[in-house]
C-alpha cells in the first residue's frame, strides 16, 4: 500500500522546502515504502485529514494517520521491522533525539535568517502575506531586516558545526557506516536552505557539505529530485 505523505510547497507544487517533511520522505525511502505526496501550502495545513496537526509532514497509511518527522519515524521503525532499521536499536532513537534538538538548535535559526526572504519569494500572493505577517511578528522587525543578519553570522555558524565535523572525519554517516534517520535529520535543514535560497551556506570543501552530498545521493537521488535554488 502506498503512503500519503502530506508536504509543505510554495508557489511551484514541485519545490517541498520543509525539513520536517524531507525528514520523513528519507525515512520512508530508507524503509524501501512506496508513498505518493500531497502538495500542501501553508494556509492548507489546517484542513489536513480533518485538521489533525497545525503543521507537516503528516501521512496516512491505510487507516492509521501519524504526525511530526519523529513520530513518523518511530511509528515506521514499529509498524515496519522487517526493512532497514532507522535507528539501530533503543540507543539509536536516543541518539536521535539528541541530534534533533541540536539541529534545530544550532541550524535552524540560522537556515531562518539566511533564508527567510527567499522563503517567502517561494509563496503565492495569499500565502506570502501569511508567512511575512507571521514571521515579522514573530521577529519582531522586517524579513529584509532579519536576512540583513545573516553575513555577520556566517562564520559564527560554520563553526557551530564543528562536532558535526569532526566526527565525520571518523565515519562517512552520522549513522556510522550507513546513515540512520539521524541523517536525515541534519539533512533535512540542509536541504531546506539548499531548495530555499542560493547563499552558500558552506565550502565545498567542508566536509559537512561533502557528508550532505552523500545524503543528496541516497535512494537513488531522492535529494536531488528538487533543483537548488539558482
Not at 496516512?60 to 532507522?86: N, Q
Not at 541518539?95 to 519569494?121: C, G, K, N
Request: glycine fraction near 8%.
Amino acid at each position: 500500500m502506498t503512503i500519503l505523505v502530506y508536504e509543505l510547497v510554495g508557489r511551484d507544487e514541485g519545490r517541498p522546502f520543509s525539513p520536517h517533511c524531507w525528514k520523513a520522505t528519507m525515512a520512508l525511502a530508507h524503509k524501501g515504502l512506496e508513498m505518493s505526496t500531497a502538495p500542501t501550502r501553508f494556509l492548507e495545513v489546517p484542513a489536513v485529514e480533518g485538521g489533525v496537526s497545525k503543521t507537516v509532514p503528516v501521512i496516512r497509511d491505510g487507516d492509521k494517520v501519524v504526525t511530526d518527522s519523529f513520530a513518523i519515524a518511530l511509528y515506521l521503525e514499529e509498524a515496519y521491522p522487517d526493512r532497514p532499521s532507522l535507528f539501530g536499536g533503543e540507543g539509536g532513537k536516543a541518539m536521535a533525539r539528541f541530534i534533533e534538538r541540536w539541529s534545530q538548535s544550532t541550524i535552524h535559526p540560522y537556515v531562518t535568517t539566511a533564508a527567510l526572504v527567499d522563503l517567502h519569494a517561494m509563496q503565492d500572493e495569499q500565502n506570502g502575506s501569511y508567512f511575512r505577517q507571521s514571521r515579522e511578528q514573530r521577529f519582531g522587525k522586517r524579513l529584509e531586516d532579519v536576512v540583513a543578519t545573516r553575513d555577520a553570522g556566517l562564520a559564527t555558524f560554520r563553526a557551530a558545526l564543528e562536532p558535526l565535523r569532526s566526527m565525520l572525519s571518523y565515519q562517512p554517516f552520522i549513522g556510522g557506516a550507513s546513515p540512520l534517520f539521524a541523517d536525515y535529520i541534519v539533512f533535512g535543514a540542509l536541504q531546506w536552505a539548499r531548495i530555499a535560497s542560493p547563499y552558500k551556506l558552506l565550502e565545498d570543501s567542508d566536509v559537512v557539505a561533502q557528508w550532505f552530498t552523500r545524503c543528496l545521493d541516497l535512494h537513488g537521488g531522492l535529494g536531488r529530485k528538487v533543483a537548488a535554488a539558482a
